[in-house]
T-cell receptor, first 114, second 113 residues
Framework: AQSVTQLDSHVSVSEGTPVLLRCNYS??????LFWYVQHPNKGLQLLLK??????LVKGINGFEAEFKKSETSFHLTKPSAHMSDAAEYFC????????????FGTGTRLQVTL | DTEVTQTPKHLVMGMTNKKSLKCEQH?????MYWYKQKAKKPPELMFV???????INESVPSRFSPECPNSSLLNLHLHALQPEDSALYLC????????????FGPGTRLTVL
């Protein structure tokens, strides 16, 4: 079985300050992990993915995430928030076993203020 | 071409109407997916097609009928929907199947009156 927990439903930061969106996962197998972003009334865009290579993953738009097996975490960070980063962020886990499906977290809404 | 397109962007239909949602990709992907997303919730998987064959149906009511006419197209036929079916319907595709990353379309916003 697999599951993912996004610890914050809503995060608010000021423009130019760091962003931290937290994600913990549970997986019976070696997982693949993803972060997707969804802007209002839009589809999901892949920010970055971890698939058992380097534990520090760099994605688009300055985002990165670190896979920490000992903590079962995959937190998303960005050094400096921009107004355009305001969106919903989903942490997603996928087992590498057969017939694996994506399991989505409940999402974190990022608000960026001036 | 590295995108998934969906038409229409918005759809309003009555409970007795028949309508279809369309999804298209030209990335050579052989797996395609339909998801349903309610407001402030994560997407929920509805159907998976792999090599044009239905491989997963997540116990979706029969008023939703998927169709995959070829490897680039995925349709979702709608009939006798209920107001609670109003949602954002997302299409996605991946290279071979569930073990590959999925690319999502912009969605169709469906309202059932």
């Amino acid at each position: 079985a697999q599951s993912v927990t996004q610890l914050d439903s809503h995060v608010s930061v000021s423009e130019g300050t760091p962003v931290l969106l937290r994600c913990n996962y549970s997986s019976s197998y070696s997982p693949s992990l993803f972060w997707y972003v969804q802007h209002p009334n839009k589809g999901l865009q892949l920010l970055l993915k971890y698939t058992s290579a380097a534990t520090l993953v760099k994605g688009i738009n300055g985002f990165e995430a670190e896979f920490k097996k000992s903590e079962t975490s995959f937190h998303l960070t960005k050094p400096s928030a921009h107004m355009s980063d305001a969106a919903e962020y989903f942490c997603v886990v996928m087992n590498t076993g057969t017939a694996s499906k994506l399991t989505f977290g409940t999402g974190t809404r990022l608000q960026v203020t001036l | 071409d590295t995108e998934v397109t969906q038409t229409p962007k918005h759809l309003v239909m009555g409970m007795t109407n028949k309508k279809s949602l369309k999804c298209e990709q030209h990335m050579g992907h052989r797996a395609m997916y339909w998801y349903k997303q309610k407001a402030k919730k994560p997407p929920e998987l509805m159907f998976v097609y792999s090599y044009e064959k239905l491989s997963i149906n997540e116990s979706v009511p029969s008023r939703f009928s998927p169709e995959c006419p070829n490897s680039s197209l995925l349709n979702l036929h709608l009939h006798a929907l209920q107001p609670e079916d109003s949602a954002l319907y997302l299409c996605a595709s991946s290279l071979w199947g569930l073990l590959n990353e999925q690319f999502f379309g912009p969605g169709t916003r469906l309202t059932v009156l």
